[in-house]
């Protein structure tokens, strides 16, 4: 009996270390490796500084262009969104971005996701690798227990989401073999096209301010950013998104401003075409052309009458 509690200690030795060994290499990876994520790339950015970013869920990911509004503005920017992100998940990449760099501007996508006040739970994914970060966890931790497991329990948050961060991303970055985000400056370009015609399912109503909204007015207030939310166009929307309007400063309305069809890639999704259509209308909302600029700064007498 001895023999055998002994040799279940040895056991349970051997796999806690294992998982300490393998929680610091996994980390380290992440670190270090290959971006597999945007979270990635933005920890590794020092001294940026942007006139502006762009913040929030594919619907932001895949809508604005910053080379475009670099080659028509000559504004500098990153498209920071991500997939699947909430407000939650967006709040932590500007805080995670200001650490290092600076910005004048954010222009954060918002839309009937607004009603979502915890993390996502596809979203979350992504930040759970950096969890021991205190600036993290503090914003995690409000929201369950199992957020504790993961920061304290080695290799548990990588094990129990293996498809979204587990050894194949973690391999693939070690070798090198990561997303390339600096060609275009974080956007990321959709290409099928909406093919049938189709009408917006109603959303659940906003019926209450979101907290992580709040933490980024604040944020932006503190470092003297202007902070912009938009709505970005959507297929036959149906809903209210009135409240964002009492909720929100400086918010503005895009949901019904391209209203053709083959300009989405699903119904709430612009394709390529669409989001350069788009990413026009963002330039005259909230951007000056450099030719425009050009004008301005002509003496009077050369200006074509």
Known sequence: MKRFVTYIALLLGILVLLAFLLDALYTKVYNTGAYRNKIMWVREMEGE????????????????DP??????????GFNLGVNAFSIFESHLMLKEFLKKNTTQMVIVQVDSRYRQTKPDPIGEKSWLPFIYEPYVYEEFEPYGTEYKLYKHIPFYRFQKFESRIGYRDVITSALGKGHVYNMLSGFDPRSQVLKRELTYREDKPIVQ??????KMIELCKKHNIKLIFVTAPIYKFKGDLAPLRQYLPNYHDFKDSIRHRELFSDQIHLNAKGAELFTGQIIDAFFERESTLKRANEPI?????
Not at 67 to 76: F, L, M, P, V
């Open 67 to 76: 080379t475009q509004i670099k080659r028509e503005t000559g504004k500098d």
């Open 49 to 64: 500084a942007v006139d502006y970013i762009l913040l929030g869920s594919s619907r932001m990911n895949n809508h604005i």
């Open 301 to 305: 007498d050369t200006l074509e009458l």
């Open 209 to 214: 301010e979101n907290t992580s909204s709040k």
